[in-house]
């Protein structure tokens, strides 16, 4: 909770200073980078003060397919898994006063883990805060101008480009790795699987 006391403060003080991630832009070098598992969990989410309620289904499914619309557009050699939780957020109510009037936020947790080497790529998860995107039509809050779901898409576009961000910031994770091509006769021998079939990427899994 204290934590999204902050953020409300915060949200108060940075009025003008959020991206907009509605646009997809240039895509960043992430080198062999391609999306496998992209999982986002909310079952802990602490809803700050003067917010709408979201449930966990719309919070997952609005950061999963923002995640998926900008991050699965990469379409690199090897697959590289995100863990996402969503640790806090507010959606801004209509009708407060304009001087406490509250900014959409939201606050992630973000792990990365390399499918090819089985490991954790984040030894600690990377938190990362984002705010609502501003315009004229909501410097005092998004809640006079803007329903639930819009501010949850708002935030979801923003949340997937700090991520994609963070990735880019990262990117020497990212290089690919070399694989051992095994003799003609050893491949076709119907023993042990080659090494190049068992590090072939496996279909990329569904959100379903």
């Known amino acids: 909770m204290k934590t999204i006391l902050k953020v409300a403060a915060l949200c108060v003080a940075m009025a003008g200073c959020s991206a907009s991630g509605s646009k997809l832009g240039e895509m960043a070098d992430l080198g062999a980078f391609k999306l496998g598992h992209n999982v986002v969990v909310s079952e802990n989410a602490t809803k700050g003060p003067f917010s709408r309620t979201a449930s966990t289904e719309e919070l997952q499914a609005s950061l999963v397919a923002e995640i998926d619309r900008r991050i699965g557009r990469y379409t690199g050699t090897q697959f590289y898994h995100l863990g996402v939780s969503i640790d806090g957020y507010i959606l801004a109510l209509p ?20 499918d090819a ?92």
């Open 117 to 208: 080497a089985g490991v954790k790529l984040t030894e600690e998860p990377e938190q990362i805060t984002v705010l609502e995107s501003f315009s004229g039509g909501n410097l005092v809050g998004s809640g006079l101008t803007r329903s639930k779901e819009e501010q949850l898409q708002n935030l979801s576009e923003n949340a997937a480009l700090a991520i994609e961000r963070y990735l880019q910031e990262n990117a020497a994770w990212f290089v690919a790795k070399e694989t051992v091509t095994l003799p003609a006769d050893v491949v076709g021998s119907g023993g042990p699987e080659s090494e190049a079939a068992k590090s072939a990427p496996v279909p990329r899994p569904t959100n379903g």
């Open 95 to 114: 009708g407060i006063p304009v001087v406490a009037s509250p900014k959409s936020a939201m606050i992630l947790s973000v792990r990365v883990w390399d």
